[in-house]
Protein backbone atom coordinates (compact mmCIF):
# COMPACT_ATOMS: atom_id res chain seq x y z
CA UNK A 1 0.00 0.00 0.00
CA UNK A 2 2.99 2.11 0.37
CA UNK A 3 4.13 1.66 -3.26
CA UNK A 4 0.36 2.95 -4.35
CA UNK A 5 0.69 5.90 -2.32
CA UNK A 6 4.29 6.54 -3.33
CA UNK A 7 3.47 6.37 -6.71
CA UNK A 8 0.51 8.63 -6.26
CA UNK A 9 2.74 10.95 -3.58
CA UNK A 10 5.65 11.60 -6.90
CA UNK A 11 3.33 13.96 -8.65
CA UNK A 12 2.79 15.93 -5.90
CA UNK A 13 5.94 16.42 -4.57
CA UNK A 14 6.77 19.99 -5.61
CA UNK A 15 4.07 20.80 -3.04
CA UNK A 16 5.52 21.63 -0.52
CA UNK A 17 28.96 12.34 22.35
CA UNK A 18 31.48 14.54 20.91
CA UNK A 19 34.72 14.03 22.70
CA UNK A 20 36.07 17.86 24.01
CA UNK A 21 39.41 17.96 22.73
CA UNK A 22 42.33 20.13 24.28
CA UNK A 23 42.87 23.13 22.62
CA UNK A 24 45.24 23.17 19.78
CA UNK A 25 47.93 25.49 19.68
CA UNK A 26 48.40 27.90 16.43
CA UNK A 27 50.03 26.25 13.36
CA UNK A 28 52.63 27.61 12.13
CA UNK A 29 53.12 28.74 8.05
CA UNK A 30 55.02 26.76 6.07
CA UNK A 31 55.20 26.37 2.44
CA UNK A 32 55.43 22.23 1.66
CA UNK A 33 56.70 20.77 -1.40
CA UNK A 34 55.25 17.55 -1.36
CA UNK A 35 55.95 15.18 -3.56
CA UNK A 36 52.73 12.84 -3.29
CA UNK A 37 51.11 11.78 -6.13
CA UNK A 38 47.64 12.47 -6.35
CA UNK A 39 44.68 10.68 -8.28
CA UNK A 40 43.60 12.56 -11.93
CA UNK A 41 39.80 13.83 -11.73
CA UNK A 42 37.36 13.89 -14.22
CA UNK A 43 37.30 17.56 -16.01
CA UNK A 44 33.60 18.18 -14.73
CA UNK A 45 35.37 17.38 -10.72
CA UNK A 46 38.37 20.28 -11.36
CA UNK A 47 38.29 23.53 -9.39
CA UNK A 48 41.22 25.86 -10.76
CA UNK A 49 42.73 28.03 -8.44
CA UNK A 50 41.76 31.02 -10.61
CA UNK A 51 37.94 30.33 -10.49
CA UNK A 52 38.27 29.56 -6.99
CA UNK A 53 39.79 33.09 -6.02
CA UNK A 54 37.73 34.86 -8.19
CA UNK A 55 34.95 32.93 -6.80
CA UNK A 56 35.63 33.82 -3.59
CA UNK A 57 35.80 37.48 -4.51
CA UNK A 58 32.67 37.58 -6.03
CA UNK A 59 30.79 35.69 -2.94
CA UNK A 60 32.42 37.74 0.04
CA UNK A 61 31.80 41.45 0.61
CA UNK A 62 35.42 42.33 1.94
CA UNK A 63 37.91 40.49 -0.67
CA UNK A 64 40.07 38.00 1.14
CA UNK A 65 43.87 39.31 1.65
CA UNK A 66 46.11 36.99 0.37
CA UNK A 67 49.01 35.65 2.98
CA UNK A 68 52.22 36.33 2.31
CA UNK A 69 53.89 32.58 3.39
CA UNK A 70 57.52 32.61 4.18
CA UNK A 71 59.10 29.12 2.54
CA UNK A 72 60.20 26.92 5.74
CA UNK A 73 61.70 23.63 5.04
CA UNK A 74 59.72 20.64 6.77
CA UNK A 75 61.10 17.17 6.62
CA UNK A 76 57.66 15.64 8.51
CA UNK A 77 55.34 18.06 5.70
CA UNK A 78 52.01 16.33 5.32
CA UNK A 79 50.88 15.65 1.52
CA UNK A 80 47.12 14.74 -0.11
CA UNK A 81 48.08 11.16 0.29
CA UNK A 82 48.81 11.89 4.45
CA UNK A 83 45.47 13.46 4.17
CA UNK A 84 43.47 11.66 2.37
CA UNK A 85 44.73 8.24 5.02
CA UNK A 86 43.86 10.70 7.62
CA UNK A 87 40.89 10.72 10.39
CA UNK A 88 39.81 13.01 13.14
CA UNK A 89 42.05 15.65 14.79
CA UNK A 90 44.85 14.53 12.51
CA UNK A 91 42.55 15.16 9.75
CA UNK A 92 42.25 19.25 10.17
CA UNK A 93 45.96 19.19 11.64
CA UNK A 94 47.43 17.55 7.79
CA UNK A 95 45.14 19.90 6.00
CA UNK A 96 46.33 22.74 7.69
CA UNK A 97 49.75 22.29 6.88
CA UNK A 98 49.23 21.66 3.05
CA UNK A 99 50.21 24.55 1.32
CA UNK A 100 48.33 26.40 -1.90
CA UNK A 101 49.07 23.92 -4.40
CA UNK A 102 48.36 21.10 -2.62
CA UNK A 103 45.28 22.39 -1.11
CA UNK A 104 43.53 23.02 -4.46
CA UNK A 105 44.49 19.49 -5.11
CA UNK A 106 43.54 18.10 -1.82
CA UNK A 107 39.79 20.07 -3.02
CA UNK A 108 39.16 17.83 -5.85
CA UNK A 109 40.62 14.96 -4.39
CA UNK A 110 37.95 12.39 -4.05
CA UNK A 111 38.92 10.29 -0.79
CA UNK A 112 39.82 13.54 0.66
CA UNK A 113 35.84 15.00 -0.32
CA UNK A 114 34.40 12.18 1.09
CA UNK A 115 36.10 12.20 4.46
CA UNK A 116 34.76 15.96 4.72
CA UNK A 117 31.61 14.45 3.98
CA UNK A 118 30.72 11.26 5.21
CA UNK A 119 33.91 10.56 7.69
CA UNK A 120 34.39 13.74 9.01
CA UNK A 121 36.47 14.99 12.46
CA UNK A 122 34.18 15.66 15.69
CA UNK A 123 32.72 19.32 15.07
CA UNK A 124 34.25 20.26 18.41
CA UNK A 125 37.55 19.23 16.91
CA UNK A 126 37.25 21.09 14.22
CA UNK A 127 36.16 24.65 16.03
CA UNK A 128 39.12 24.58 18.30
CA UNK A 129 41.29 24.12 15.93
CA UNK A 130 39.38 27.06 13.39
CA UNK A 131 39.78 29.02 16.47
CA UNK A 132 42.81 28.46 17.01
CA UNK A 133 43.92 29.49 13.20
CA UNK A 134 45.85 32.87 12.62
CA UNK A 135 43.32 34.68 10.39
CA UNK A 136 45.74 34.50 7.16
CA UNK A 137 45.27 30.97 7.46
CA UNK A 138 41.80 30.37 7.41
CA UNK A 139 41.57 33.13 4.98
CA UNK A 140 44.64 30.54 2.82
CA UNK A 141 42.20 27.39 3.66
CA UNK A 142 38.93 29.58 2.25
CA UNK A 143 40.77 30.81 -1.20
CA UNK A 144 41.88 27.33 -2.20
CA UNK A 145 40.14 24.76 -0.44
CA UNK A 146 36.69 26.32 -0.23
CA UNK A 147 35.17 22.60 -0.95
CA UNK A 148 36.19 21.28 2.45
CA UNK A 149 35.84 24.58 4.50
CA UNK A 150 32.52 24.71 3.64
CA UNK A 151 31.41 21.40 4.71
CA UNK A 152 33.16 20.95 8.02
CA UNK A 153 30.85 21.23 11.00
CA UNK A 154 32.88 23.10 13.31
CA UNK A 155 33.30 26.10 11.12
CA UNK A 156 31.75 29.40 11.38
CA UNK A 157 28.51 29.61 9.49
CA UNK A 158 29.35 32.67 7.56
CA UNK A 159 32.84 31.46 6.30
CA UNK A 160 31.04 28.08 5.46
CA UNK A 161 28.80 30.45 3.17
CA UNK A 162 31.33 32.11 1.37
CA UNK A 163 33.01 29.00 0.56
CA UNK A 164 30.35 26.80 -0.50
CA UNK A 165 29.09 29.99 -2.86
CA UNK A 166 32.63 29.88 -4.06
CA UNK A 167 32.60 25.75 -5.12
CA UNK A 168 28.86 27.07 -6.45
CA UNK A 169 30.46 29.85 -8.75
CA UNK A 170 32.74 27.66 -10.02
CA UNK A 171 30.93 24.90 -10.63
CA UNK A 172 28.21 26.77 -12.34
CA UNK A 173 31.32 28.52 -14.09
CA UNK A 174 32.75 25.27 -15.85
CA UNK A 175 32.41 24.77 -19.19
CA UNK A 176 32.55 20.97 -18.67
CA UNK A 177 30.35 20.37 -15.93
CA UNK A 178 27.96 17.59 -17.05
CA UNK A 179 24.38 18.58 -17.47
CA UNK A 180 23.06 16.78 -14.61
CA UNK A 181 25.52 19.05 -12.33
CA UNK A 182 24.46 21.82 -13.47
CA UNK A 183 21.41 21.49 -13.09
CA UNK A 184 21.43 20.18 -9.98
CA UNK A 185 24.14 23.55 -9.08
CA UNK A 186 21.50 25.72 -10.80
CA UNK A 187 18.31 24.45 -7.97
CA UNK A 188 21.15 25.58 -5.25
CA UNK A 189 21.46 29.05 -7.29
CA UNK A 190 18.11 29.75 -7.35
CA UNK A 191 17.47 28.24 -3.61
CA UNK A 192 20.05 31.27 -2.66
CA UNK A 193 17.64 34.56 -4.11
CA UNK A 194 15.97 36.40 -1.48
CA UNK A 195 12.97 38.69 -1.49
CA UNK A 196 13.88 41.80 -0.28
CA UNK A 197 12.96 42.25 3.51
CA UNK A 198 13.68 38.28 3.38
CA UNK A 199 16.16 37.40 5.91
CA UNK A 200 19.45 37.04 4.23
CA UNK A 201 19.94 33.03 2.96
CA UNK A 202 23.07 31.24 4.08
CA UNK A 203 24.48 28.32 2.01
CA UNK A 204 25.90 26.10 4.76
CA UNK A 205 26.16 22.90 3.14
CA UNK A 206 27.10 21.77 -0.62
CA UNK A 207 27.84 18.11 -2.20
CA UNK A 208 28.20 17.97 -5.29
CA UNK A 209 28.65 14.17 -5.92
CA UNK A 210 25.89 11.73 -7.28
CA UNK A 211 22.42 13.43 -6.71
CA UNK A 212 23.66 16.07 -4.12
CA UNK A 213 22.52 17.10 -0.91
CA UNK A 214 22.84 21.20 0.14
CA UNK A 215 21.24 22.78 3.73
CA UNK A 216 20.35 26.41 3.10
CA UNK A 217 19.31 28.80 5.88
CA UNK A 218 16.82 31.48 6.39
CA UNK A 219 18.92 33.66 8.65
CA UNK A 220 21.92 33.32 10.68
CA UNK A 221 22.67 30.17 12.28
CA UNK A 222 25.56 31.73 14.21
CA UNK A 223 23.56 34.15 16.12
CA UNK A 224 19.85 33.13 16.16
CA UNK A 225 17.79 32.47 19.73
CA UNK A 226 15.83 29.86 17.79
CA UNK A 227 16.95 27.28 15.19
CA UNK A 228 14.73 25.03 13.45
CA UNK A 229 15.86 22.33 10.89
CA UNK A 230 13.02 20.94 8.38
CA UNK A 231 13.58 17.14 7.06
CA UNK A 232 12.09 16.32 4.26
CA UNK A 233 10.67 13.14 2.92
CA UNK A 234 10.84 10.72 0.06
CA UNK A 235 11.00 11.88 -3.42
CA UNK A 236 13.06 15.06 -2.31
CA UNK A 237 16.30 16.18 -4.71
CA UNK A 238 18.51 18.62 -4.67
CA UNK A 239 18.20 18.97 -8.48
CA UNK A 240 14.29 18.38 -8.18
CA UNK A 241 13.24 20.47 -5.03
CA UNK A 242 15.73 22.60 -3.60
CA UNK A 243 14.33 25.70 -4.50
CA UNK A 244 10.74 24.66 -3.61
CA UNK A 245 12.09 23.35 -0.38
CA UNK A 246 14.35 26.55 0.29
CA UNK A 247 10.76 28.99 -0.38
CA UNK A 248 9.20 26.56 2.37
CA UNK A 249 11.46 26.69 4.88
CA UNK A 250 11.02 30.87 4.40
CA UNK A 251 7.54 30.53 4.78
CA UNK A 252 7.99 29.41 7.79
CA UNK A 253 10.57 31.76 8.90
CA UNK A 254 7.88 34.43 7.98
CA UNK A 255 5.50 32.69 10.32
CA UNK A 256 7.69 33.18 13.09
CA UNK A 257 8.74 36.67 12.44
CA UNK A 258 5.34 37.49 12.81
CA UNK A 259 5.01 35.48 16.10
CA UNK A 260 7.57 36.98 17.31
CA UNK A 261 5.95 39.12 19.85
CA UNK A 262 5.49 36.02 21.54
CA UNK A 263 8.51 34.49 21.77
CA UNK A 264 9.93 32.59 24.72
CA UNK A 265 13.32 34.09 25.82
CA UNK A 266 15.99 32.74 24.13
CA UNK A 267 19.81 32.95 23.71
CA UNK A 268 20.47 35.34 20.47
CA UNK A 269 18.49 37.24 18.60
CA UNK A 270 16.28 36.11 15.62
CA UNK A 271 15.29 32.83 14.33
CA UNK A 272 17.03 30.65 11.36
CA UNK A 273 15.07 28.05 9.70
CA UNK A 274 17.59 25.03 7.69
CA UNK A 275 16.04 23.90 4.56
CA UNK A 276 18.17 20.56 5.06
CA UNK A 277 18.54 18.29 2.29
CA UNK A 278 21.46 16.84 3.96
CA UNK A 279 20.78 13.16 3.08
CA UNK A 280 19.41 10.47 -0.15
CA UNK A 281 15.89 10.55 0.67
CA UNK A 282 14.44 7.53 -1.28
CA UNK A 283 12.49 6.69 -3.92
CA UNK A 284 10.00 3.91 -4.89
CA UNK A 285 13.19 1.56 -5.62
CA UNK A 286 14.30 1.54 -2.03
CA UNK A 287 11.17 3.10 -0.30
CA UNK A 288 10.48 0.09 1.79
CA UNK A 289 14.34 0.10 3.27
CA UNK A 290 14.83 2.29 6.47
CA UNK A 291 18.82 1.66 5.42
CA UNK A 292 18.14 5.62 3.88
CA UNK A 293 17.14 6.67 7.41
CA UNK A 294 19.85 5.11 9.65
CA UNK A 295 22.23 6.90 7.24
CA UNK A 296 20.38 10.51 6.89
CA UNK A 297 20.15 10.17 11.26
CA UNK A 298 24.14 9.97 10.90
CA UNK A 299 24.03 13.08 8.86
CA UNK A 300 21.68 15.35 11.28
CA UNK A 301 23.06 13.93 14.06
CA UNK A 302 26.51 16.02 12.46
CA UNK A 303 24.83 18.95 11.55
CA UNK A 304 23.02 19.57 15.51
CA UNK A 305 26.43 18.53 16.55
CA UNK A 306 27.80 21.61 14.68
CA UNK A 307 25.82 23.72 15.54
CA UNK A 308 26.08 23.01 19.36
CA UNK A 309 29.99 23.39 18.71
CA UNK A 310 29.53 26.82 17.12
CA UNK A 311 27.09 27.55 19.67
CA UNK A 312 29.05 26.02 22.76
CA UNK A 313 28.59 29.18 25.00
CA UNK A 314 25.18 30.68 23.67
CA UNK A 315 23.01 27.56 22.54
CA UNK A 316 20.28 28.50 20.60
CA UNK A 317 16.99 26.65 21.08
CA UNK A 318 16.99 23.45 18.29
CA UNK A 319 13.82 22.31 17.07
CA UNK A 320 13.72 19.72 14.59
CA UNK A 321 10.63 19.67 12.01
CA UNK A 322 10.32 16.48 10.20
CA UNK A 323 7.83 15.48 7.24
CA UNK A 324 7.42 11.80 6.37
CA UNK A 325 10.03 9.46 5.50
CA UNK A 326 12.18 12.35 7.25
CA UNK A 327 10.17 11.80 10.20
CA UNK A 328 11.49 8.16 10.54
CA UNK A 329 15.41 9.64 9.90
CA UNK A 330 14.75 12.03 13.10
CA UNK A 331 13.10 9.98 15.42
CA UNK A 332 16.40 7.29 14.69
CA UNK A 333 18.59 10.34 15.31
CA UNK A 334 16.63 11.46 18.43
CA UNK A 335 16.90 7.63 19.37
CA UNK A 336 20.60 7.09 19.26
CA UNK A 337 21.79 8.78 22.16
CA UNK A 338 24.12 11.11 19.83
CA UNK A 339 21.73 13.88 19.73
CA UNK A 340 18.63 16.20 21.55
CA UNK A 341 16.65 18.68 20.74
CA UNK A 342 14.24 20.99 22.34
CA UNK A 343 11.03 20.03 20.29
CA UNK A 344 10.43 17.35 17.99
CA UNK A 345 7.61 17.89 15.59
CA UNK A 346 6.82 15.13 12.92
CA UNK A 347 4.00 15.96 9.72
CA UNK A 348 2.69 12.97 7.88
CA UNK A 349 4.77 10.39 9.73
CA UNK A 350 5.18 6.66 8.53
CA UNK A 351 6.31 5.67 12.02
CA UNK A 352 9.86 4.17 13.24
CA UNK A 353 10.86 1.88 15.76
CA UNK A 354 11.01 4.29 17.97
CA UNK A 355 8.40 3.35 20.73
CA UNK A 356 7.34 6.27 22.66
CA UNK A 357 8.22 9.48 22.54
CA UNK A 358 10.63 8.83 26.62
CA UNK A 359 12.89 7.15 23.84
CA UNK A 360 13.96 10.66 22.25
CA UNK A 361 16.07 12.80 23.25
CA UNK A 362 13.46 15.93 23.68
CA UNK A 363 12.50 18.04 26.10
CA UNK A 364 9.68 16.75 28.29
CA UNK A 365 6.09 17.45 26.55
CA UNK A 366 7.72 18.65 23.40
CA UNK A 367 7.22 16.15 20.59
CA UNK A 368 4.53 16.76 18.34
CA UNK A 369 2.39 15.02 15.68
CA UNK A 370 0.20 16.31 12.41
CA UNK A 371 -1.39 14.41 10.64
CA UNK A 372 -3.77 15.88 7.42
CA UNK A 373 -7.20 14.93 6.37
CA UNK A 374 -6.95 12.48 3.15
CA UNK A 375 -3.10 11.93 4.18
CA UNK A 376 -2.44 7.90 3.23
CA UNK A 377 0.75 8.27 4.78
CA UNK A 378 0.37 9.94 8.38
CA UNK A 379 -0.48 7.15 11.34
CA UNK A 380 -0.13 4.33 9.19
CA UNK A 381 2.81 2.73 11.17
CA UNK A 382 4.58 1.48 7.74
CA UNK A 383 8.11 1.61 9.84
CA UNK A 384 7.12 0.85 13.22
CA UNK A 385 5.29 2.83 16.20
CA UNK A 386 2.69 5.47 15.02
CA UNK A 387 3.74 8.79 16.91
CA UNK A 388 0.63 9.70 16.76
CA UNK A 389 -1.02 6.83 18.74
CA UNK A 390 -2.06 7.24 22.37
CA UNK A 391 0.84 5.02 23.72
CA UNK A 392 3.74 6.95 22.17
CA UNK A 393 3.57 10.03 24.51
CA UNK A 394 3.19 13.01 22.14
CA UNK A 395 0.70 16.10 21.60
CA UNK A 396 -1.43 15.83 18.28
CA UNK A 397 -1.35 18.72 16.67
CA UNK A 398 -6.00 19.80 15.87
CA UNK A 399 -5.46 20.51 12.30
CA UNK A 400 -9.47 20.40 11.80
CA UNK A 401 -10.26 23.53 10.43
CA UNK A 402 -12.10 24.20 7.45
CA UNK A 403 -10.95 22.89 4.44
CA UNK A 404 -11.95 26.39 3.35
CA UNK A 405 -11.17 29.07 5.98
CA UNK A 406 -13.05 31.95 4.86
CA UNK A 407 -16.18 29.99 4.27
CA UNK A 408 -15.82 28.29 7.53
CA UNK A 409 -14.96 31.53 9.77
CA UNK A 410 -11.70 29.75 10.78
CA UNK A 411 -8.92 31.62 10.92
CA UNK A 412 -6.40 28.79 9.11
CA UNK A 413 -7.54 26.63 6.91
CA UNK A 414 -6.54 22.90 7.33
CA UNK A 415 -3.88 21.28 5.92
CA UNK A 416 -5.39 18.22 3.01
CA UNK A 417 -3.12 15.77 1.87
CA UNK A 418 0.42 14.49 2.52
CA UNK A 419 2.30 17.35 0.75
CA UNK A 420 0.22 20.38 2.61
CA UNK A 421 1.68 20.85 5.98
CA UNK A 422 4.04 23.77 5.85
CA UNK A 423 1.78 25.71 3.33
CA UNK A 424 0.80 29.56 3.98
CA UNK A 425 -2.45 30.14 5.43
CA UNK A 426 -2.68 26.66 7.25
CA UNK A 427 -2.91 25.79 11.21
CA UNK A 428 -0.31 23.32 10.73
CA UNK A 429 2.16 25.74 9.63
CA UNK A 430 1.08 28.44 12.31
CA UNK A 431 1.50 25.54 15.03
CA UNK A 432 4.94 24.55 14.12
CA UNK A 433 5.57 27.95 13.62
CA UNK A 434 4.42 28.66 17.75
CA UNK A 435 6.33 25.54 18.44
CA UNK A 436 9.73 26.85 16.67
CA UNK A 437 9.52 30.25 18.76
CA UNK A 438 9.55 28.13 22.29
CA UNK A 439 5.56 28.28 22.60
CA UNK A 440 4.45 24.70 22.27
CA UNK A 441 2.18 25.57 25.52
CA UNK A 442 0.36 27.61 23.49
CA UNK A 443 -0.66 24.87 21.07
CA UNK A 444 -0.63 22.36 23.20
CA UNK A 445 -3.75 25.16 25.02
CA UNK A 446 -5.53 24.81 21.32
CA UNK A 447 -5.49 20.59 21.20
CA UNK A 448 -6.82 20.62 25.20
CA UNK A 449 -9.70 22.59 24.21
CA UNK A 450 -10.05 20.59 20.82
CA UNK A 451 -11.60 22.08 18.43
CA UNK A 452 -13.03 18.59 17.21
CA UNK A 453 -12.73 16.42 19.81
CA UNK A 454 -10.16 13.55 17.92
CA UNK A 455 -6.56 13.24 17.34
CA UNK A 456 -7.11 13.34 13.49
CA UNK A 457 -4.42 11.07 12.81
CA UNK A 458 -5.73 9.64 9.24
CA UNK A 459 -4.72 5.96 9.41
CA UNK A 460 -4.05 4.07 5.57
CA UNK A 461 -6.91 3.05 4.38
CA UNK A 462 -9.19 3.32 0.95
CA UNK A 463 -9.11 7.04 1.33
CA UNK A 464 -5.47 7.16 -0.04
CA UNK A 465 -7.03 6.74 -3.92
CA UNK A 466 -9.10 9.88 -3.20
CA UNK A 467 -5.61 11.52 -2.88
CA UNK A 468 -5.04 12.67 -6.90
CA UNK A 469 -1.82 14.44 -7.85
CA UNK A 470 -4.36 16.79 -9.77
CA UNK A 471 -5.71 17.59 -6.16
CA UNK A 472 -2.53 18.21 -4.97
CA UNK A 473 -1.16 21.53 -5.89
CA UNK A 474 2.02 23.41 -5.94
CA UNK A 475 2.94 25.55 -3.20
CA UNK A 476 1.67 28.49 -3.02
Not at 305 to 329: C, E, F, K, M, W
Request: charged share 15%.
Amino acid sequence: MLLIAAALLTASVHSLGVIEAPGMPPAHQVTVASTATTRIIPADDRLSSASASASVSASVSAPVAMPVVAAVSSTTAAGVDDLAAAHGRAFVEDLGALGAADLRSAATDRRVVATVQDDPPPAQTVAQWWSHLPADEQDRLLVHAPALVGNLEGVPYAVRDQANRATLTSGLADAQVGAARAAMLGQVRDSLVQEPGDPRRFLVALDTRGSGRAAISIGDLDTAADVTVVVPGMFFTVTGQMTDFTNTANDLSREQATLAPLAATGNGSGVAVVAWMGYRTPDLSNILSLGLARTGAERLERTVAGLRAIRAGDQPRVNIVAHSYGSTTAMTALASGRMTADTLTVLGSPGSDVRTAADLAVATGQVFVGGAHSDPIAGSGYFGTDPGGASFGSTVLDLAGGADALSAGDVFRRPVGHNDYLKPGTASLHDVALIGIGRGDLVREQVRRGRSGGDDIVGASPDMYLVRPQDLQPRD
